[in-house]
């Protein structure tokens, strides 16, 4: 299995505190069968994204791992003013493997409109944003068209492996489960912190979609598409997602349980 966004590098952001405990997490993803890290920093007003510390943290990593898991960094990036216009910059400085792909994080608290033209952007320029666990998020998962415009514009979904086990609540479980359903989600990763309070989660993930949704959809979600992703590749045909196409706009947002019935 790959990961594409994990909290690995040590006394960058809120993940593990010192390089022990960065060790302890990859050597959790070892044994649990995962064989490709992207280490995701933070990129936000809280955590200064120092792209020379985070490359040197790595470095120490692979030499502490040797061969055992593959390496490489990207960015868990906060969609604000500022950021973009470094990203406008240097856009290898934050995507996955200094590739096409970037991780695009959203504010509980409010997502501007015009943060639509700002993906739209990225297409253009051939970086592909991937919306990162937006069940988690009260705005989007109460906000469906927000997410289907985005699948409609080119963007992907990724979803939290603890998610499906109910870690982040029902409500959060409830929606990831939807939004598989709908075929709205192209990969899953565990957003690893630290071995206590967000652990690795991959081969949990892949157990449960194997048995909601089959073999090949564990397997696309949680092998194939990371694995394309972690090397840049373009991803293959995908299932058709469900509802997305625009709706007329509704008076009430209701339960997350309403939001995504079937």
Known sequence: MVEIHYHLLHGVDDGPKDIEASLLLAEASIAEGVTHIVSTPHANSQYNFNAEVNNERLVELRQHLSDRITLA??????????NLIEFDKNPSKFTINKGRYLLVEFSDFGIPRSITGAL?????????????????????????????????????????????SGRFGPEAM???????????VHLVASDAH?????????????AAIKKRC??????????DNPFRIFNGSALPEQPEAADIRPKRASSSRGLFSRIFQS
């Open 73 to 82: 960094l990207g960015c868990d990036f906060h969609l604000s003013e500022e």
């Open 214 to 223: 089959g073999q090949e959809t564990a397997d696309r979600l949680c092998i």
């Open 120 to 164: 739209s952007k990225m297409i253009g320029n051939g970086v592909v944003p991937i919306i990162t666990h937006p069940e988690r998020n009260i705005l989007l998962a109460t906000e469906p068209d927000r997410l289907a415009e985005w699948l409609r514009i080119g963007c992907l979904i990724q979803i939290t492996a603890g998610s499906l």
């Open 174 to 184: 409830s929606v990831s489960q939807q939004l598989l359903k709908k075929n709205w």
């Open 194 to 206: 630290s071995i206590k309070s967000r652990p690795p989660a991959m081969s949990t993930a892949h």
